[in-house]
């Protein structure tokens, strides 16, 4: 089972900025997907953004602009950039791979938008 290790998180102002990381063990190549969801407060968990490595990328259409999802293939590392943050933002957020074999789930780390 692939192992993800997800960092980054924190308490950041309201229009701040963090980028979250998410390590993950094993050999992953375009057969794979790796996704970030977040999960509110007394909220359902919702999809974020999903990156093929090597492939495209595709928004929550509403985190258009505001976040980036990005894969470093030498780090065997999927980021995910936000911007202009604000409270509706926070929550926990969780790293997902899929592939032959294996769906996993990151720990989740958490970011709080507040001042």
């Known amino acids: 089972q692939v192992q993800l290790v997800e960092s980054g998180g924190g308490l950041v102002q309201p229009g701040g900025s963090l980028r979250l990381s998410c390590a993950a063990s094993g050999n992953i190549t375009s057969r794979y997907g790796l996704g970030w969801y977040r999960q509110a407060p007394r909220k359902q968990r919702e999809w974020v953004a999903t990156i093929r490595p090597g492939g495209n990328v595709h928004y929550k259409e509403s985190l258009k602009g505001q976040f980036t999802c990005s894969w470093d293939s030498a780090k065997n590392t999927v980021f995910l950039q936000m911007n202009s943050l604000t409270p509706e933002d926070t929550g926990v957020y969780y790293c997902?791979?899929?592939?032959?074999?294996?769906?996993?789930w990151g720990q989740g780390t958490q970011v709080t938008v507040s001042s």
């Open positions: 997902r791979l899929w592939g032959p074999g294996t769906d996993s």
